[in-house]
C-alpha cells in the first residue's frame, strides 16, 4: 500500500515561489501515475497537474500552465510541484494523489488526497 504525504506549503507574496512535495511510504510508488490538486475555501477541488508514471507525461489546468512543473523521482519515492509566479487566486490547500489508472489526466481516476498542505500567496 502507498501512501502519500504533502509537504512545502507555506505563506509568500505575489510573484513569488514555493515548491510543494509528495513522499510516498511503499515500494510500488513508480507504478501509479501521480496528481495534484487544490480547493480554496469555498471553491470545488481543482485539478491542475499530473505526471504519468515514468514521468515522461504531463498535464496542466489552463490556471497554472506555464507557472507550475510537476515532476517526480521515482528513485527517491518523491513527486514536486515548482509553483512560480504566485498569485493570490493560487491559495488553497494543495494535495497529491495517485492512480493505477491509463487515464492518468481523468480527476475522478484518483482518490484517497492526502492530508494536503497549505499554500497562501499575499497580495
Known amino acids: 500500500q502507498v501512501q502519500l504525504v504533502e509537504s512545502g506549503g507555506g505563506l509568500v507574496q505575489a510573484g513569488g515561489s514555493l515548491r510543494l512535495s509528495c513522499t510516498a511510504s511503499?515500494?510500488?510508488?513508480?507504478?501509479?501515475?501521480l496528481a495534484w490538486s487544490r480547493q480554496a475555501p469555498g471553491k470545488e477541488r481543482e485539478f491542475i497537474a499530473a505526471?504519468?508514471?515514468?514521468?515522461?507525461?504531463?498535464y496542466y489546468a489552463d490556471s497554472v500552465k506555464g507557472r507550475f512543473t510537476i515532476a517526480r523521482d521515482n528513485a527517491k519515492n518523491t513527486a514536486s510541484l515548482q509553483m512560480n509566479n504566485l498569485k493570490p487566486d493560487d491559495t488553497a490547500v494543495y494535495y497529491c494523489?495517485?492512480?493505477?489508472?491509463?487515464?492518468?489526466?481523468?480527476?475522478?481516476?484518483?482518490?484517497?488526497w492526502g492530508q494536503g498542505t497549505q499554500v497562501t500567496v499575499s497580495s
Open positions: 505526471i504519468s508514471s515514468r514521468g515522461d507525461l504531463t
Open positions: 511503499g515500494r510500488a510508488f513508480r507504478i501509479y501515475h
Open positions: 494523489a495517485k492512480t493505477g489508472s491509463s487515464d492518468y489526466i481523468n480527476p475522478r481516476q484518483y482518490d484517497d
